[in-house]
C-alpha cells in the first residue's frame, strides 16, 4: 500500500489513530519505561494495521472488548524508521480499537538522569520526540499526517512530580488523604508510587508528545504563563522570561487568537539537546537561555511562534518540514520586532542570513538538502537537520511579503492559520492557497525555483542592520591585530559576539585568539553562545591552552547546537584533539540525550 510519509509505516489506506489512552509506569531503578496504549481508529478495520516502533518489546495486542489476542509481529529494526508493527485485526469484526502493552529500556525519545547528572537530590526523566521518537514511547502512526488526542496516566515516585504537555488533570494517591482523589487503578499503584493524570484534548502530531518527571516547582509569571524548573533556577527563570506575557499578546495580534489556553514554560536540565521545543501549552527549554539579559526572549518567541505555525498548522511529512520552522522563523522575528525593536530583528535577520549562506556551503556535496522540500526517502531527520528550513523558508515568506507589501502579507498569513489549523498540510497546499489568494503571484516570483530549486535563489535578500554592518568592519579590522574598544563591546551580548567571532577570518592565528580572550575573557563568558563560538575558534586555531576549558564545557551541557561545533572542532583539529574528543565522550556519554549520542558518535565517526 503507498506510504504515507518517508518516516512512517502507516500506509495510506487503513485508518489512522484518532485518540490514545496510555498508562506509563516508568522505573528509575532500571531505566526503563513500561506502558499501554489504548488506540482508537478512526473508522472500524479488519485486515492489515501497521504502526511504528522502535526499541519497544511488545508485550501483546487484544481487542479491548472481546479481549481475544490480536496477532501480530515485529519487523527486525531498520536504522532510520525503527521496526514495524504488523497487526491482523479480524476479518469478521472490525475493530475500532486496539490494546497494547510494551516496555523500553533504550527508548531514543527518553532520557534517564541521575541525581548526580541532573544536578539534584532527585532523579529526572524527559522526552524529545520531534522528529520520529514518539514510535520510541508508544507504538503509534508517527506520523505529522496523523492528529491525536490522548490521555496519560504516568506512574511515578511519590517524591517526584509529573508535567505534560497537556492539561494536568490530577494527582493522586494509592492512599488518598481526606478530599484527595483514589488512584483510577489501585493494584497499580502501590505504595511510595503516585499517579499524574493528563489530558490532550487538542489533536496534535505524535512528534508534540512530551513529558517531564522530577523534583520540579514552580513560578507564575503571567495570567496564562507558569515557569516550571528545578528550586535552584527557578527564581532566575522566572526573572528572564517575564516578558512572556507581551510576546503572546504581540503573536495574538499577528496570527490571531492563542488556542492552547496555557503558554507555560519547562527549564530542563543542562542535557537537553535542543535550545526550545515548541511542546504545546508547555514549552520544554534549555537552561543555557538564562542568562540573566532577557536574551531567551528570542528563544521564546520563536517556541510562542510554533503555537500557530507548527502546532496548529503542522507540517504532513519532514520534507514539508520548511512549513514548521521556516514561518516559525519569520514569526519569531516579527514578535521580536514588537517587544524587542527591528534593529534587534534586522540583526537576527543578519545571523540567519550568514548561517544560510555558511550552510549551502556545508552542503556542497550534497545540495539536495539545500531545497526547501527535499526528498527524504531512506534519510534520518536528525543527520539532515540544518538551518535551511528555517532561513531559506525565512527568506522566501519575507520575498512575499516584499512583493505583496505587509498588510497584504499579514491578511494572508491570518487567512491561511485560520484555514488550515488543526490540520497536516504540504508544501502544494500551501503553494494553491498562496496562489488562490494572491492572483498572479507565480507571474511575480518564480514559485517553483524557491521550493524545488537548490542553494539560494537570486531574488533573496541580504538584511541591512547598522549593528550587523559595523560589527563586520570591526570584524575585518582583526586582520591587522585590531580589536574592537572597550566602549564598541559595552552594550554587547552574546548574539553580537557570536557574529563577531564568526565573521573573523578562519586563519585567526594562535596569539590573537589568545590575545581576544585576555582581553575580553570570551572562554570564560557565562553566555553559552560566546563561549562555545570563541572556543570552537581558538581550537581551531589551534590553541591546546583551551582543551581543558572544552572538556569542562562538553561536560557540563547537551544541547546539540554546543556539541556539534565544540566536538567538530577537537575531532578536526589534530590526533591529540581527537583523542581527547573521544574520552570526554566516553565519559560524558550517559549525561547526553540520546539523540544527541547519536550526533556524537556521527561526528567522531566522520573524523576517525
Ligand atoms: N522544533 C525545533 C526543535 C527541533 C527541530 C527538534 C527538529 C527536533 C527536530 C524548535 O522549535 C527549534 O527550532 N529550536 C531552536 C530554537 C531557535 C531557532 C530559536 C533550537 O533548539 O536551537
Ligand atoms: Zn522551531
Known sequence: MAPLDPHSYADGESPLTTHVAL?????????????????????????????????????????????????????????????????????????????????????????????????????????????????????????????IRFSALLNIPSSLSAVMAARHHARC????????????????CAPGRIVEQFVMDQPIPPYLFAFAVGHIVYRDIGPRTRVYAGPDV?????????GTEEMIRAGEKLFGPYD??????????????????????????????????????????????????????????????????????????????VVQGEERAALNMGIGWRGLNRTVERFRDNMEFTKLKPCMQGVDPDDVYSEIPYEKGFQFLWRIERQVGRPVFDEFTKKYISTFKFQSIDTETFIDFLKANVPGIENQIDLRL??????????????????YNKIKTLASEFKNGQMPGEDEVAQWNGQEWELYLENLSSNVDPSQALALDARYRLSESRDWEVKVAFLELAISAGCKEYYAEAERSLKQVGRMKYLRPLYTALAKCSDEGKMLARRIYAEARNCYHPIAQGVVESILSKHA
Open 234 to 242: 527557578v527564581d532566575e527563570a522566572a526573572r528572564e522570561f517575564s
Open 23 to 147: 498508562t506509563l509506569y516508568l522505573d528509575f531503578a532500571t531505566c526503563s519505561l513500561h506502558g499501554s496504549a489504548l488506540l482508537t481508529l478512526s473508522a472500524p478495520h479488519s485486515g492489515p494495521l501497521s504502526l511504528d516502533t522502535r526499541s519497544l518489546t511488545i508485550h501483546s495486542a487484544i481487542d479491548p472488548t472481546s479481549l481475544s489476542p490480536i496477532p501480530f509481529s515485529l519487523s527486525p529494526p531498520d536504522p532510520v524508521l525503527g521496526s514495524q508493527l504488523s497487526l491482523s485485526l479480524p476479518a469478521e469484526t472490525p475493530l475500532s480499537s486496539i490494546l497494547l502493552s510494551f516496555s523500553t529500556s533504550s527508548s531514543s525519545a527518553l532520557h534517564f538522569l541521575s541525581p548526580s547528572q541532573a544536578a539534584s537530590p532527585f532523579p529526572y526523566a524527559y522526552t524529545q520526540c520531534q522528529s520520529i521518537h514518539a514510535r520510541s514511547i508508544f507504538p503509534c502512526h508517527d506520523t505529522p499526517a496523523a492528529r
Open 260 to 337: 492552547w489556553v496555557r503558554f507555560d514554560l519547562l527549564v530542563l536540565p543542562m542535557s537537553f539537546p535542543y535550545g526550545g521545543m515548541e511542546n504545546p501549552r508547555m514549552v520544554f527549554l534549555t537552561p543555557t537561555v538564562i542568562k540573566g539579559d532577557a536574551a531567551g526572549a528570542q528563544v521564546v518567541a520563536h517556541e510562542l511562534a510554533h503555537s500557530w505555525t507548527g502546532n496548529l498548522i503542522t507540517n504532513k511529512t519532514n520534507e514539508d518540514f520548511w512549513l514548521n520552522e521556516g514561518f516559525t522563523t519569520y514569526a519569531e522575528r516579527r514578535i521580536v520586532e
Open 173 to 188: 494517591d494509592p492512599v488518598p488523604s481526606e478530599g484527595g482523589l483514589s488512584c483510577p487503578d489501585s493494584l497499580w
Open 450 to 467: 524557491w521550493v524545488e530549486g537548490t542553494g539560494i535563489p537570486p531574488d533573496a535578500m541580504e538584511p541591512v542592520s547598522a549593528v
